[in-house]
DNA sequence: GTCTATAGTCGGATAGAC
DNA sequence: GTCTATCCGACTATAGAC
């Protein structure tokens, strides 16, 4: 158990950089399903075969790999989310700048495409070792939570809040106080609606009798998801 | 690593009854936080201020305290959840009885006390060790998911599946089909919003700015579930 | 039913040859 | 940068005294 933090400095190595890459590819693969501590390097290093002395010589240790593969789920996620977040976060800011609170037709479909890819993204089959290596983090979170806060993840959540205090309070600038927290809670309890299908998947299959959720099975939860979110916040407003 | 499975068979001897007591408290408690590997007997014996020898004595090994810890948080959900549980189980039975869909006056109440209930559980401190053992059972699901899916959990979930489409499609009998696993989706959904505060309760604190989810707390997001609920539901019914 | 002592196993780290 | 060999600590399970 005893970690050693002087990481020896890796090079721009190319046969450096294929083994580092498998054995982050076999962390993330194996930490999120069967934990970190039930992962040996023994098996992270099969896994990427590759010499488990190895793990020690580029990642300082089983803990440095752990984190390295917190970074590269963070550089992932932005992959898949960067572009979408990137353009919503610019189309609000200009909404934002000029005053305009075109909530229908302007604020509403950002929401929903923000929702659709973080359905998507909690549904696929690729981002499972991604959440299950999550949610493991949050039962007792480390510095290797802070990682993806700081990242996509962190940059999402305050994202869906801004849209939803500005959809549910047009024109008013940004929330602050009993409108603020109001506003979290919205969020919260929307994306929940997309979480539930990744971190309670096993129980979610069960109900719905399913053994996978398939292309078709994503589109109707998006909808769904979508749906609910414009009932939920059209509430408030004035129609 | 080797688990014996010849469980040797414990009385009703009262000194026994209390360190079976006190290891599964303490199961429940360090399982939940640190994960079942990261666990280790003795830890569990210490904080049960017990003999580390006796945990093979009555439950046969480490796995054997681990599937009681899971039987232990059944029994104490049914205690939490139990006669709210039946008690809308049995009202909801007579209105499908009579096939009266009393929509507005008895069915949307009955799930406003269902997941005031279950908010309740999933904030309470004192279901954090048992969510945070449910939710790293998730991540690859054993025999003990299906102690809780057999247990209180199956029958909420089944019972807000019920409920919501009792609510959604009034007066037709059980759901199927189509119909049905909009029912399923929608109940899903709409207990993610609850979920979320406890799987990603450190990044819903996080994002909050909370140290703590206290009563006050609770509270509003009780009201706010109960509302977006009712708005999701509402959507499709004629008003 | 509880305790002490120990056998047997496994895992993380690392030295040193290539 | 990679590999082999090995050390050493930590763990589960259990035998046997009380």
């Known amino acids: 158990m005893r970690e050693t933090a002087p990481t020896p400095p890796p090079q721009g ?33 099969d896994a990427a075969q590759v ?13 440095g790999l752990y984190l390295a593969a917190f970074q590269a789920i963070a ?4 992959r898949r989310l ?16 000029d005053g305009r609170a075109d909530v229908e037709e302007r604020l509403l479909p950002l929401l929903d495409r923000l929702l659709d890819g973080f359905v998507a993204m ?6 499972g ?32 809040i801004r849209l939803v205090h500005a959809i549910e309070e047009p024109g008013t600038g940004p929330a602050s ?10 969020a919260l309890t929307i994306m929940g609606q997309a979480l539930i299908f990744r971190v309670a998947r096993a ?24 749906e609910n979110a414009r009932s939920i916040l059209r509430k408030g407003r004035p129609t």
Do not use: C
């Open 13 to 45: 190595d190319p046969r450096g950089e294929a083994t580092r890459e498998a054995l982050v590819r076999a962390a993330i693969e194996l930490f999120g399903l069967h934990g970190y501590h039930a992962t040996s390097n023994r098996a992270l290093a």
């Open 129 to 160: 070792p991604w959440a299950r290596l999550i949610v493991r983090e949050q039962a007792d979170p480390s510095e290797a939570l802070d990682i993806l806060l700081r990242g996509p993840i962190g940059h999402l959540a305050s994202l869906v």
């Open 75 to 78: 550089h992932g996620m932005g």
């Open 203 to 226: 129980t979610a299959l069960h109900l719905l009798g399913w053994s996978e959720i398939g292309p078709r099975d994503v589109a109707l939860i998006q909808r769904q998801v979508r």
């Open 82 to 97: 960067g572009s979408v977040i990137e353009s919503t976060e610019a189309e609000l800011a200009a909404l934002e700048e």
């Open 177 to 186: 106080g009993a409108a603020a927290t109001r506003a979290r809670i919205l």
């Open 122 to 127: 909690m549904t696929a089959e690729e981002s």
């Open 51 to 63: 010499n488990a002395a190895l793990i020690g010589y580029h990642f300082g240790g089983k803990r």
